[in-house]
């Protein structure tokens, strides 16, 4: 008891469970493939990966009542990922063993860091989740942008990470959000493909499909726009998700269950495409969570209920302005048009949620993202481009 006393003091001077303030977006660079590139991962954010797993039980203990090693052996017995993870993506999970080998961490410790939403799901909390995420096709002389608020629980802040994967022979150079131990959260490689994502609880999962984090790192990986398509319509997916996908000039929005993949186009005459954290058009509902069907009226549905109301703020920001430019997608990233649902979220101790960072991806002739640590209105976002192709 003494020992957690002590932790918990820890994490509240360090911020993670009260706001922070000048937050720093912290920097690394990594390079190969496989163990070696988690080997590197771990090593240096040992002291932080640490950390966020001491911060995530403690979290999780809190939140269940129960303590999280018995919490987290029996989502164990829920999930069996690996055999999907090693078949689409094998080199990730080589990756996590390394990460868990240079933290000198437990493998099942790190391993959940990188099931984010597979663990949401399995506790079925939908006020864990309140991403809003935009895309946009190149136009009127603007490149395709794709961008997000990416909204995590409050023990994550001051945990902000960017990480640079450098290209490999079988890879392009890749720009990742994620945090101490996490493989992705979303990205950008240096051929103008990106990804940006949203839970979307209500929908069927599957605990023998492939987690969200090394969907996310499989399209980074990507550099054909077919073989990406495919990929994403046809690989076994474990969690209801939104994927806002940027290929180049393109943008396009998939929303995945277990059961079926459903491309969502609101056909706005700027192509743009948004999300937030409901299904729109993929029928294929837990049986609980039936009153967000996609075919059912509007008056039948909860519209005054949190992603809904982001999602109309959104909306209204962007779908019919013929012009979008950054400055545009910046504004619809901040709206608190309902101040108790807001699409910019502070870190408020009375809300499980707050914005993690925000990103907006420019998929032009020269990619590069624009990034802060917390939420847009609090900060200034910083630029970061690609290496020079020898």
Known sequence: MKQLIILIGFLISFGCYGQKTNRELKIVNFSGSGYELGLQHGKALKKEIGEIISAWKINTSNELGKDADIVLESFYKYAYFDEAIKQWTPELYEEIKGIAKGSEQQFNDVLVLNLLDEFWIYINNLNNHHCSAAGFPARNGHPAYISQNMDLEKYTDGFQVLM??????????????????????????????????NTLMQLKAAPSGLPVAFVIRHILNSTDKNDLLSFIQTVHHASGQNYVIGIKGEVFDFEASANKVARFNPKNENGSIYHTNHPIVNEDIKP?????????????????????????????????????????????????????????????????????SSIIMSLGEKPNIQILAGPPDESDYKKFDFSEKQ
């Open 288 to 356: 609980w969570f039936k009153q967000f069907d996609p075919r059912l009226s509007e008056e039948l549905k909860p519209m005054n209920s949190n992603s809904y109301l982001r999602f109309k703020a959104v909306e209204k920001r962007v779908k019919t302005n013929l012009n979008v430019n950054e400055s545009i997608i910046k504004e619809a990233l901040q709206p608190k048009d309902d101040k108790n649902n807001p699409v910019c979220r502070p870190h408020n101790e009375n809300e499980r949620a707050f914005t993690f």
């Open 164 to 197: 640079r994967l450098n290209r490999t022979a079988k890879s392009p150079e890749q720009l990742i959000l994620t945090y101490p131990g996490l493989i992705a959260l979303n990205g950008l490689n240096e051929d103008g493909i990106g990804v940006c994502v």
